[in-house]
């Protein structure tokens, strides 16, 4: 009996141990997750993805008809994203790169201060607005990036004050240019209507991993998703993209 006991004994204990074990592995699981989402997502790269999104709905009923061979040829070139992808994605992240690498991580502090949010979207709005100034693309994208630079320069102005989202703002933004992109080109943004309801789940699921990262407060995920939604919005609109 005493050994059955005992027995009892060490199994019961082992119980709470192997449910921390299996929480630990969850949470960890769950912070790669989030992690990946936020990767996926980052704002850097929401100017580019907002470019894909109007050459695919752009390029599906923009077409030249040939009258001698009663033909109609698609015009996809994909030449006009090579400078877009080259200096609005690849330029800001290796710039931007460069300076977390050399400048933040010999820090003793890994956390992200105000000056370096504040370092990193000036950055951006140099290179951005370097790059439009001189290069030549079509007027539907320069559009498009420049409501980005003037959205990007109203983070940073609200960054001088308050912490907000810089995650939010950018999926907000993507989700304002398809909204404005359903209202401009109806009843032709067919690719747009499509692909609108996959990133209002991951715009969902961005905010959820910056909450579960402890980021930010569902406060400044909110203000973040309002500022990129209706700064795109609302600059598109008026410059009449």
């Not at 973040?224 to 919005?233: S, T």
Request: positive net charge; charged residues 10%.
């Amino acid at each position: 009996m005493p050994a059955e006991r005992l027995q009892n004994i060490v199994s019961n204990s082992d119980c709470p141990l192997e449910g921390s074990v299996k929480n630990s592995n969850m949470e960890r699981l769950l912070k790669i997750l989030a992690w990946t989402i936020s990767v996926i997502f980052h704002p850097i790269g929401m100017t580019f993805i907002g470019c894909l999104l109007i050459y695919l709905n752009y390029y599906q009923f923009v077409f030249i008809d040939i009258v001698q061979s009663n033909r109609i040829l698609f015009i996809r070139n994909t030449a006009v994203l090579q400078p877009i992808f080259f200096l609005f994605y690849v330029l800001p992240i290796v710039v931007c790169g460069f300076y977390w690498l050399f400048f933040m991580r010999p820090r003793e502090s890994k956390t992200e201060t105000i000056n370096d949010r504040l370092i990193t979207l000036s950055l951006v709005v140099l290179i951005y607005s370097i790059c439009f100034f001189n290069t030549t693309i079509l007027p539907i994208y320069s559009t498009f990036i420049l409501s980005c630079i003037i959205v990007i320069m109203l983070t940073c102005i609200i960054t001088l004050f308050w912490k907000i989202s810089m995650h939010c703002v950018g999926i907000g933004g993507l989700l304002g240019l398809q909204v404005y992109m359903l209202y401009l080109w109806h009843p032709y943004a067919g690719i747009v209507m499509n692909i609108l309801p996959f990133f209002v789940i991951s715009a969902g699921l961005v905010g959820t991993a910056r909450l579960y990262l402890q980021a930010h407060s569902q406060k400044q995920i909110y203000v973040g998703y309002l500022v990129g939604f209706i700064g795109i919005f609302t600059c598109l609109l008026l410059f009449k993209a």
